[in-house]
């Protein structure tokens, strides 16, 4: 029977190609509706929105008024520039995610859907679909609108995708249906999946209207998360703040009082000239709040975010929002799905137990009794994931299903259903009609024949497959007459049989003979156990949310390493310590679940609000929390989560709510994210440590030179070249440093710590003031030397010792935060060398050409020997510190 039969007279000729245009003009197009669009320059202009961006902002504009009063508008431009740069290359990357994530997605509205139009069936693209459409549904297809089916045969969908059951029965009649599921027996839904049977629908809602559509709305909404790096630079920026002003109102009346006490003007009626010096040393003031400012910082964190996200991407991670990025550095828990992601959604037979000699007769039954299918080319199953792994288990034992299916014809089948709960087929194997039966084993064991010692025993093993968290199964036959027809009748054993006779032939109380017992489960991912236990070495709570049962759940979770044996105890003392359904967690108020939600390992049963629900509880506790997950379900959750990670196989409504999408469906790339997030987040410190070392000796230079009455002897070009090296250079050299694993063995930082710590703040002192000693002693050596004044060649000096005290001390910013040596891995930083070797050959260029530019005068090669040498101080001086805190941490892990 084709497709077009199926459908039948009582259906019609489905809708016209007039009807059509009209239910699309009154009923809309079957896309849902994405977030609401946001312009090119809306989007661009968000950027602004970052702390020290703003910072900047108000640093640049005090910049401009000063240099309209002094004529030089170099250090505004640079300003300028450094913020225009930032914003762009951040806006930039994260349009190109949004282009890569809309080709993604848009694919998924293009898989054909068979309909009947015009009395005849055809294929339509999925979003072509509209409200009345005939839909022809088969094993296979996904679900293209919401819709009431008119017939159905054997019809089963996989739900997991909305509601988390992974098989639910459908009647076109609805009071057919024994079991009450979360709609109507006679509904299917979008995004849903036929895993058997076929059915015809009617289209009741398409787009947004559909159930699916409904959830949608949920995971879009805008829900005010803020990323820790966010705060962190909130809290730096208003840190600068305050610094910078309170140096600035300190050095304006140091400077004042130095004036006042050494100036005979203020002694004077000459008033002009007392507000000239006050205005001069406001503009001083304020120019110390403009060095302050590490105008480089967001260049820093948007090249650290925007190459990490092609890193990542190169690895099938799609980071879709740049924080996210970083965020997964700063994550404590993890809330995860279990099919399909600690899962592989694959069943597959995890034992079967042979209690028949007959091998054959057995891989006959899997084959006939069935309505599964294996792909010739690549063993992909197509129908009921039951029987696939049935069939699956039959080919890895050498018996080729499609030869026996074929030498075995068919007379008749009684397909599953939920009342007998079990399978029945009539074939003819080598002239001899068997009946073949598979179900629930207590279904199949009531109607064979055991003994009274096996019965227990068999119903013992049951158990142990299902404490087990396995789906199981029993086969059965017998061997028929030719007389006997009716398969619903001969599944009832002869009443007149006795427990004495069950030990009788073959066949003489006509009750079966059981062929096996089967375990099916569903494996978990090979990655899942080693990425789960990173996660948790790295101090992350993993937690499971799933729609499945409390036992399966339970056993997925013992099976990750989640769950133990103090775990079973916890519970057994105190019911919902550890494990909780989403029904008994829906019925906790607000105080109820806030108290158990940090002891939660396990949430079975559970519906999309729950988890959402879950996830805002921890982030009052002031956790960090990311969610994964595939469905529709998953959504909301991924949406409030501080990071959603969905599946590249997972719907399209996750992968919308999501901020990363895991292209490769592989866990260990959760483990992989957070070892980047936190490597990042240590990089960005690198920077501001490298920064703020250069800002404390150039602001000490600056004020200690004004109170002596001399100006920093760097010309505006030369402090654009330093600046250069400060800003563009340094953050790209510390941001391209690569990942360390070592990240992993440290607990996750807490959301309140200040991005630049004590032990930070320490260094960054000690180096700024040494650089600042080393620069006074030079500059005075030069003053008082036997030459008048300072020299062109000494200045050209003093330029290049500047800045070779940067390119050493960027050695020491890439150790930051370790014990290792400078040179560990050196050869792996290509990004790092790369910078070096543009700052040492720039400033060589510079020296030896630029001439009245750059107020320099060729240096000879005796002189460049020696500045390299003596400025390298700075690393040696770093590497002496890092070995003695390695032979510290030795002695430590001896004791």
Same mark, same amino acid.
């Given at each position: ?242 610094? *910078? ?431 980047? *997030? ?163 050959? *720039? ?53």
């Amino acid at each position: 029977m084709n497709a077009s039969d199926f459908t039948t007279k009582a259906v019609g000729n489905g809708l016209t190609q007039q009807e059509v245009e009209a239910s699309r003009r009154k009923y809309g197009s079957n896309q849902l509706t994405p977030p609401r669009g946001v312009s090119l320059w809306k989007l661009y202009l968000d950027k602004y929105r970052d702390p020290i961006i703003k910072i900047l902002l108000v640093t640049a504009l005090v910049s401009l008024v000063l240099a309209f009063i002094e004529g030089d508008f170099i250090e505004t431009i640079g300003i300028f520039i450094a913020i225009f740069l930032a914003t762009t290359v951040g806006f930039i990357f994260e349009r190109d995610a949004a282009r890569k994530f809309n080709v993604l997605t848009a694919l998924d509205e293009e898989q054909p859907v068979k309909v009947k139009r015009d009395g005849r069936v055809q294929e339509i693209a999925r979003r072509d679909v509209v409200v009345g459409d005939i839909l022809i549904i088969e094993v296979g297809d996904e679900i293209p609108a919401d819709g009431k089916l008119l017939t159905a045969v054997d019809l089963q969908i996989n739900e997991s995708s909305l509601t988390g059951e992974p098989m639910v029965s459908k009647y076109a009649d609805a009071a057919q249906a024994t079991t009450e599921d979360a709609y109507p027996a006679d509904q299917i839904l979008r995004s849903t999946m036929v895993m058997g049977g076929r059915g015809v629908a009617r289209v009741t809602a398409v787009g947004d209207e559909t159930e699916i559509g409904k959830v949608a709305r949920k995971s879009t909404e805008t829900t005010n998360t803020e990323t820790p790096l966010h705060q962190q630079l909130g809290k730096l920026a208003r840190f600068i703040s305050k610094i *910078g002003s309170g140096v600035a109102v300190a050095a304006f009346i140091l400077f004042l009082v130095h004036s006042i006490l050494t100036d005979s003007v203020w002694h004077s009626g000459d008033y002009l000239r007392m507000t000239e010096l006050t205005l001069n040393y406001f503009m001083m003031a304020v120019t110390l709040i403009v060095m302050a400012v590490p105008e480089g910082l967001p260049m820093a964190v948007t090249l650290s975010l925007a190459l990490n996200m092609r890193r990542m991407l190169r690895s099938n991670n799609l980071v879709r929002k740049l924080h996210a990025c970083e965020t997964m550095g700063a994550v404590t828990v993890i809330c995860t799905d279990k099919t399909g992601t600690l899962t592989q959604n694959r069943m597959e037979v995890r034992e079967m137990v042979l209690l028949s000699d007959d091998n054959p007769l057995l891989a006959t039954a899997i084959s006939v009794n069935s309505t599964a299918h294996l792909d010739a080319e690549d063993g992909r199953g197509i129908g009921n994931p039951t029987e696939i792994a049935l069939l699956t288990w039959a080919q890895k034992q050498g018996f080729d299903y499609r030869s026996l299916r074929e030498s075995a014809p068919v007379e008749a089948q009684l397909p599953f259903s939920t009342e007998r709960k079990l399978m029945a087929t009539i074939a003819r194997v080598d002239g001899h009609r068997y009946l073949f039966v598979k179900g629930a084993p207590e279904m199949i064991l009531s109607i064979c024949r055991l003994s009274h010692d096996e019965k227990p025993l068999l119903t013992r093993r049951l158990t142990a497959f299902q404490q087990a968290a396995n789906r199981t199964l029993a086969l059965a036959y017998k061997q028929l007459q030719d007389n006997e027809i009716e398969i619903a009748s001969l599944l009832t054993p002869s009443s007149s049989a006795g427990e004495a006779g069950r030990e009788a032939s073959e066949g003489s109380d006509g009750r079966f003979i059981l062929q096996s017992l089967v375990a099916i489960s569903d494996p978990l991912r090979p990655d899942v156990p080693s990425a789960v236990a990173e996660c948790r070495r790295a101090g992350i709570t993993v937690k499971i949310v799933t729609g499945d049962t409390s036992t399966t759940a339970i056993e997925i979770a013992r099976q990750i390493g989640i769950w133990t044996a103090d775990d079973d105890k916890a519970e057994a003392t105190q019911p919902h310590s550890r494990h909780i359904t989403g029904t008994d967690f829906a019925a906790l108020n607000d105080e109820e679940a806030y108290r158990e939600v940090q002891g939660l390992k396990v949430m079975s049963r559970a519906r999309p609000d729950n988890k959402q629900r879950l996830v805002q509880l921890l982030q009052k506790h002031g956790e960090v929390v990311a969610v994964t997950g595939d469905g529709t379900n998953d959504a909301p959750a991924l949406n409030y989560a501080h990071v959603g990670l969905s599946l590249g196989s997972g719907t399209s409504v996750a992968k919308e709510a999501s901020d990363i999408t895991l292209l490769d469906d592989s866990f260990a790339s959760i483990a992989r994210a957070v070892m980047w *997030g936190r490597s990042l987040y240590k990089n960005i410190q690198r920077f501001l440590y490298f920064q703020l070392v250069v800002n404390l000796a150039a602001l000490l230079l600056v004020l200690c030179g004004s109170l002596v009455g001399t100006a920093m002897p760097l010309t505006v070009t030369q402090i654009l070249w330093v600046n250069l090296i400060m800003d563009t250079f340094a953050a790209m050299s510390l941001a391209s440093l690569p990942p360390s694993h070592e990240v992993m063995n440290e607990k996750p930082r807490l959301s309140t710590d200040f991005i630049i710590t004590r032990s930070m703040i320490r260094s960054i002192c000690v180096a700024g003031v040494a650089l600042f000693a080393l620069m006074s002693g030079l500059l005075l050596y030069y003053e008082y030397d036997s030459d008048p004044g300072i020299q062109l060649h000494e200045l050209t000096i003093f330029f290049t010792v500047f800045v070779m005290l940067q390119f050493w001390n960027l050695f020491n910013a890439k150790s930051l935060g370790s014990h290792h040596s400078a040179f560990r891995h050196f050869f792996l930083d290509r990004g790092l060398i790369l910078v070096l070797l543009i700052i040492l050959g *720039g400033q060589w260029i510079i020296v030896t050409f630029g001439g009245k530019m750059f107020r320099t005068e060729p240096l000879s090669p005796v002189e460049w020997i020696s500045i390299i040498a003596s400025t390298s101080v700075v690393l040696w001086v770093g590497e002496l510190s890092r070995w003695i805190k390695r032979k510290q941490s030795s002695k430590q892990a001896i004791k």
